[in-house]
């Protein structure tokens, strides 16, 4: 991920454009699956999920890139939300096993290499039972949604490689329990939940 401070100033001024509409919908719909606990969100970019979280959270979120992490600080201070924001990889996460009630992560994997890595670590770090939710840009299956998908196209080379997966089923190959996706655009943006084994 490309990391300098007018990155994470332009990634803001383009997402601007599109978060009144779609954006902003898909993130409330998000977190409003999160249920009060001990949160994780990884790849927490811009601070772009932040006016959508509760003050009854307790979250740590964490991103590679810290001007984009500043941002994101500077988003909750104005908001008055007490989250603890590091730096750190979703491939290799600094927390121990079992911390977390719930992990969620806003068009992360879409652009991340070995994913499945990732998705490994985010079960190690939730408890037994613990909630994962996906909001992600996955792999278009058709030629309307390979031309919906392109559309993304000048984000992804803000921050990184376009490289749109199969999230959900990759979700399955890490270990996860309990997968499920709700298509939001097409089968090109969806909502993916996700269990860590009680055992």
Known sequence: MKDSALTAAVYDGFMAVFEPFLMKKWRRELWSRVEP??????????GLNVPFYRKEYDITALDVNEHFLERARRRARGKSIDAEFIAADVRDIPFSDNTFDSAVTTFLFCQLHDPVKGLEELKRVLKPGGRLLLLEHVKPQGRLENLVSSLSGPIYRLTGEHIAQDTDIYAEEAGFAKVSARPLLMNVVKIIEAEKPAS
């Open 37 to 46: 606990s001990r949160i994780l969100e990884a790849g927490v970019g811009t």
